[in-house]
């Protein structure tokens, strides 16, 4: 169980696994089910159990569409959706060096580069 | 100056072993106002009861202390001793220097000095101490049962039978409530009517009950044991005393389309109507808002056909005021509104029906006379999908429930069974989360349904439902011990809906000053050891209005607010607490802040005639505490910022006698 | 100034009656120890407790002032804690807000069957009170001798 | 706006739409204005005023004034309005007698303030802009606003009026004008330095209830502190237990129905800022249990005759938490 990882998940996803009451419905009403490894429900609890290396290894995390119907449907409010995107970030942040660190930013300024990237670019890098 | 007198107990060597008493007794003698100081092996045995008796007479004692054990184990004990002298029991007051002193405290001088100071403090209480006596007031032998079906028909029935006159308020036509609606009772798969129409006609017959149906509860008034409510008794239109309940009528009116409300909506009445063929008063009543004759005057087919004469169009409601010295609460619930779970497409599909629905689809007396068919159609199904908790356990707000239902697992096992055992060529699936069936022979019931009618229970829920232009209904589903999404080409759909407390029940907590929890179920005056009544004397509850029950439940509960009922209505008088609020009128603002924090509704307020100190007069609107309700919390006298609010008893000059004496040293 | 370890402050606890004076009498009835210088006043309910009898006490001589109650939801009455809890908390607030030592005040809800928790929380309470000393900041020296 | 008002009184006093008007009077000197009731349209003519000067907050007269019979027109500032709402709400006015005309007002100063400042043998006072013009025997003085505005009216919580049957003048806004940003400052100060300011503030305190007689909400038919039975009852502040209590008592009773008019430290003869007691009160409400403003309707619960199952303990003030 990867303790840091999963805290880094609730933290970044926000949610609380605990309050799943293993219905069910997140995955049942998933459109992308059939493509995936891991499905909704399962990603909270795996989430919850600490089993996050899988889910990371995992195609199931680009296979969800973000559609939200799971976090519209579930009955407790758990949000499924944002368990998987937070995975899916926790991946991202893995892969540091491929990444700018915000230093790195200021020399690839050209005047062209509108004013909204470069802030996107400092709010996704200085995370 | 009072003449105080101050028992020390030993207990045995449970107090004298820490404390000295002697030297307790000797400090206390001298206080203000002690006349007379003394130590005794055991109070509490009659030899020191009767110590405490002789010393009242001998030395005309005004006041007693006595420094024991806990008052919470012998305050009635003293008092009951004092007051066989004739001295007001509520001139005693006890320093509890046992539980509180000898037996924390190892150190004999520490413990010592403080038994001192704890009857120190008693003694400046008893200075301020005044006699009370505790009020009576009169019972009106005669109980309102406010909700018509099972619950309320139990409870009517069980308290009629202790000889006690009871109404039941119904603001359907014809009492029954929900029940009559059901088709089979679980475990045993009883008919619901055959259990149940017997009761409702037990009720009409007894002369003890009277029936207000077709009315409703306006307003109350008044307190424990002199309640006084005004009910509206809706006009029918017909005249119930008149009225054979023939049914001519209702086959004659010319209005066919209005939406049966005893079948859901599932088929249609006439403008005049008899809810089913056992209603209880089993009289005709006139839909208003569908009558030809009552909307423009033109019609009046009802009044040709009804050879009783019992059809009046001018008829009007009427007001019904009546006393009672009890009421219960049986207001029952309702099935949630399905409309916020458009994904099981309930509002899209008529194949897609709440649980209530598929019970009339199944009832013998129903829309299809019992056969299973769906509605759509009107063809036979031959996939049911059941799916659980629709709206229960559902924590997103505005939608559904937080709390678990109780009755659905039951019910859909229930269901699922006799549509197998009926249609053995039918697929039927039941999707759960949880399968909660504690009671007596209910796991059994369950397991019947799984293992000796085939039924499918799965683990999971339905995400989806999706209506087919071929009029199949395709569901999507998780299995989670299989690990898969399941779709199933379903003939119809069964949403158990969660069910939520009648909407009359808010107001009517209000009228009632009952209190309601965030859901607005009725809350009891203690969740485990008074279930059964309101914190609001002389409120009782009875069935689901307190929360989710089935009906064995129900029937339980009903019994248990009867048995209370009958130990009110028993007495001639109740003796009231006279510990209680008092409001000094001079001095009240008619802020109107005390009313606010009370639990029990007792504050009322007065528009008063006072002479000012300039000799003129003036109107005031002031407080006054009804000593009956008062139970004596003191939320009042902090609330009332001119101090005009006091607790007899524990008032506030007392208090601060108290604690003056506890922090001199 | 007083010596920490001979100073015995005078601690006046207001019980409920229904649950924390039944606490404090199990307490007793289990022979916890706690020290002799709480002593307990009986009021019917939290709500009972003014905040003139809060003050009166520090006038008087009190060195700390604790309300114990039933727990919030259990209260006897139904709401009288949660009006309690309300006020006391702003009372509270207001005497932090004068500068005066907000230790010396305290609101714990003890339920009837809490005795250990009970001598624990007097314990500890009284412990607070004699590492801060005698009240200063809200006494009438005429009250004292 | 005076001679608009007088009109208005004028016309309402002759139709008979009213018996009485309530408003203010010159006194002695320009900035010593009283509230006072007048019967005619002579006794309007020889005393009403409506200047810079007419702080007094009207609500309170009308307790008795609304209880005398015939109908009264009260002038009312945004301020007062709050009040009235108040006193409605604790059922203290009857609202049927009160005609209300809503007054703009543009923050009221006095005579202590002025003369503070400097300013000697007043004779009167106008608004131009953002400036009080104030003539003097020794001529005009201007004077800026903010600087000749007392507290209560530079952190001016509202400028609308919550309740009127008529209007006079432009209807204003409600204003976030950082009205707690002195009570934050004593919170941030450590306990001891809390404690030696509220020492050096209430030491002075004479006893003489200005405070509590200008109070529309200290409006009880006997104070606790003259009632004999009460316990609490004191005529002077012997000892510096009781000036604290005094006034730490009179804060909770108001608590959760003061409106915030500031009218107790404007009347204080020792200056002492005593509406900085009154806002903790209604700060900690605002931060604990939802924002409330007492006066705002007639119909709300005060957040001491309420609570939610999930309310704040006490501890968050004694063992610290989220305000430590």
């Not at chain 2, 100190?613 to 109107?619: L, Q, V």
Request: charged letters at 25%.
């Amino acid at each position: 169980m990867n303790k840091f990882d999963k805290e880094q998940i609730l933290h970044t996803s926000g949610v609380n696994v605990l309050k799943c009451m293993r219905c069910g419905k997140c995955s049942a009403t998933c459109p992308s089910y059939d493509e995936m490894e891991y499905h909704p429900h399962q990603f909270v609890y795996m989430v919850e159990k600490g089993d996050i290396e899988k889910l990371m290894a995992s195609k199931s995390i680009y296979k969800c569409l973000s559609c939200y119907a799971c976090v519209e449907r579930c009955p407790r409010g758990v949000e499924p959706a944002k368990v998987v995107e937070a995975v899916r970030l926790q991946v991202i942040r893995r892969q540091g060096a491929n990444h700018l660190t915000p230093d790195d930013i200021p020399a690839l300024l050209d005047e062209d580069l509108p004013q909204q990237a470069i802030v996107t670019a400092m709010r996704k890098y200085s995370k | 100056m009072q003449r105080i007198g101050v028992f020390v107990c030993w207990c045995g060597s449970n107090i004298a072993a820490t404390v000295d008493v002697s030297a307790v007794s000797e400090a206390l003698s001298h206080e203000p106002g002690v006349v007379f100081s003394t130590n005794y092996q055991y109070m509490c045995s009659e030899a020191g009861q009767n110590l405490i008796k002789d010393a009242v007479r001998e030395h005309k004692l005004t006041g007693v202390v006595i420094c024991s054990c806990s008052p919470r184990m012998h305050e009635m004990t003293f008092r009951k001793a004092v007051a066989s002298t004739g001295l007001n029991p509520y001139m005693v007051e006890i320093a509890n220097i046992r539980e509180q002193c000898s037996w924390i405290h190892k150190d004999k001088a520490a413990a010592t000095e403080k038994a001192i100071i704890l009857g120190r403090a008693a003694i400046a209480k008893v200075h301020l101490n005044a006699p009370l006596t505790a009020g009576q007031s009169p019972v009106t032998k005669r109980a309102l049962v406010i909700g018509g079906g099972i619950a309320g028909i139990q409870t009517a029935l069980d308290i009629a039978d202790a000889g006690f006159e009871v109404d039941i308020v119904e603001k359907q036509p014809t009492i029954g409530g929900k029940m009559t609606q059901i088709d089979k009772t679980f475990p045993t798969l009883d008919c619901a009517a055959c259990i149940l129409t017997p009761k409702m006609v037990d009720c009409a017959q007894n002369e003890k009950i009277n029936i207000f149906a077709y009315s409703e509860v306006e307003e109350v008034k008044g307190f424990v044991g002199n309640f006084h409510v005004k009910i509206n008794k809706k006009a029918r239109y017909v005249d119930t005393t008149k009225c054979t309940g023939c049914g001519e009528c209702t086959e004659k009116c010319p209005m066919k389309k209005i939406p049966n409300e005893f079948n859901l909506g599932l088929d249609n009445r006439r403008a005049i109507y008899i809810p089913f063929a056992q209603a209880v008063p089993k009289v005709a009543t006139i839909d208003p808002d569908h009558c030809n004759m009552l909307k423009n005057g033109k019609c009046g087919l009802c009044a040709k056909v009804c050879s009783a004469g019992a059809i009046d169009y001018k008829q009007k409601d009427e007001t019904i005021e009546r006393e009672y010295g009890a009421i219960v609460v049986a207001t029952g619930y309702n099935p949630i509104k399905l409309d916020q779970y458009d994904e099981f497409a309930y509002s899209q599909s008529p194949d897609v029906v709440s649980s209530l629905e598929f019970e009339r689809l199944t009832n013998a007396a129903g829309p299809t006379g019992g056969t299973l068919l769906r509605p759509s159609d009107g063809k036979h199904p031959h996939t049911l999908v059941f799916v659980q908790c629709v709206g229960s356990r559902c924590s997103q707000e505005g939608k559904g429930k937080s709390y678990c239902s109780k009755i659905c697992c039951m019910y859909t096992a229930k269901h699922a069974m006799l549509t197998r055992e009926k249609y053995p060529d039918t697929e039927v699936y039941v999707f759960y989360i949880d399968v909660r069936s504690p009671g007596k022979n209910y796991d059994e019931f369950y397991r019947r349904a799984v293992e000796d009618y085939g039924v499918h229970y799965v683990k999971g829920m339905v995400g989806k439902v999706t209506p087919r232009s071929d009029g199949k209904l395709m569901v999507q589903a998780s299995d989670l011990l299989a690990g898969e999404q399941m779709h199933i080409e379903a003939d119809m759909v069964v949403l158990a809906a969660a069910i939520e407390p009648d909407k009359s029940a808010r107001p009517l907590a209000t009228m009632l000053t009952a209190s309601m929890d965030t859901n607005d179920f009725f809350t009891e005056a203690h969740a485990k050891l008074r279930p059964v009544e309101s914190p609001t004397a002389g409120i009782f509850l009875s069935g689901a209005c307190q929360g989710p029950k089935d009906i064995p439940d129900t029937v339980a509960q009903a019994g248990a607010a009867a048995s209370k009922v009958i130990g009110l209505l028993c007495k001639d008088q109740l003796t009231c607490n006279p510990c209680v609020a008092h409001a000094d009128q001079l001095m009240c603002n008619g802020c109107s802040s005390c009313e606010k924090v009370c639990p029990y509704g007792a504050i009322t307020y007065e528009d008063k005639e006072f002479r000012m100190p300039d000799r003129t007069t003036a109107i005031r609107r002031v407080a006054s505490v009804n000593e009956a309700v008062c139970q004596g919390c003191g939320a009042c006298t902090v609330a009332c910022p001119s101090g005009a609010m006091d607790l007899k008893g524990f008032s506030n000059s007392q208090i601060m006698a108290e604690v003056d004496a506890i922090c001199k040293m | 100034m007083q010596d920490v370890k001979t100073f015995r402050p005078k601690i006046v606890a207001f019980c409920c009656n229904w649950c924390s004076y039944a606490g404090a009498d199990l307490a007793g009835t289990n022979r916890l120890n706690y020290p002799a210088d709480v002593k307990i006043i009986r009021v019917p309910c939290s709500c009972r407790v003014n905040p003139m009898f809060i003050l009166r006490a520090f006038q008087r001589g009190a060195d700390g002032v604790i309300l114990c109650g039933c727990h919030p939801g259990d209260c006897h009455y139904s709401t009288g804690n949660y009006y309690a809890r309300r006020r006391m908390t702003l009372l509270f607030s207001m005497l932090d807000y004068l500068g005066i030592e907000k230790e010396r005040t305290r609101v714990e809800w003890v339920s009837a069957a809490e005795g250990a928790k009970f001598a624990a929380t007097m314990n500890e309470f009284v412990e607070t009170v004699r590492q801060l000393g005698p009240n200063k900041r809200l006494e009438d020296l005429r009250c004292k001798k | 706006m005076q001679e608009v008002m007088l009109e208005k009184a004028k016309e309402l006093l002759q139709s008979g739409a009213v018996d009485r008007v309530l408003g203010w009077k010159a006194g002695e000197f320009a900035y010593d204005i009283t509230p006072c009731v007048f019967a005619s349209a002579q006794e309007l003519e020889a005393g009403f005023v409506y200047n810079d000067f007419c702080g007094n907050n009207l609500s309170k007269y009308l307790i008795k004034e609304s209880r005398k019979g015939g109908k009264v027109l009260a002038f009312l500032k945004p301020c007062d309005t709050y009040s009235f709402n108040q006193l409605i709400k604790e059922h203290r006015i009857v609202r049927e007698n009160v005609l209300v005309v809503g007054v703009p007002c543009q923050g009221m100063t006095d005579g202590e303030t002025l003369k503070a400042k400097g300013v000697k043998g007043i004779l009167g006072i106008k608004t131009e802009g953002e400036d009080f013009v104030i003539n003097t025997l020794y001529g005009d003085r201007t004077m800026a606003k903010k600087d000749a505005l007392p507290e209560r009216c530079l952190s001016c919580k509202s400028k609308k009026h919550v309740v009127y049957d008529e209007l006079l003048g432009q209807e204003g806004d409600k204003l976030d004008s950082g009205r707690f940003d002195l009570v934050n400052k004593l919170e941030a100060m450590d306990p001891e330095e809390r404690f030696a300011f509220w020492r050096g503030e209430l030491s002075r305190c004479i006893r003489c209830n200005a405070c509590r007689n200008v109070c529309p909400a200290c409006s009880c038919e006997k104070c606790v502190f003259d009632n004999d039975a009460s316990g609490v009852a004191q005529k002077a502040a012997a000892d510096s237990f009781e000036e604290n209590m005094f006034h730490i008592i009179r804060a909770f009773h108001v608590a959760g129905r003061c409106t915030d008019c500031g009218e107790c430290s404007r009347v204080c003869p020792q200056n002492i800022p005593l509406h900085l007691l009154n806002r903790k009160f209604i700060k900690d409400i605002n931060t604990l249990y939802g924002d409330y403003q007492a006066g705002e309707d007639t119909v709300s619960r005060a957040p001491l005759t309420n609570f939610t199952e999930g309310d704040a303990e006490p501890s968050i003030v004694t063992k610290g938490g989220k305000k430590a």
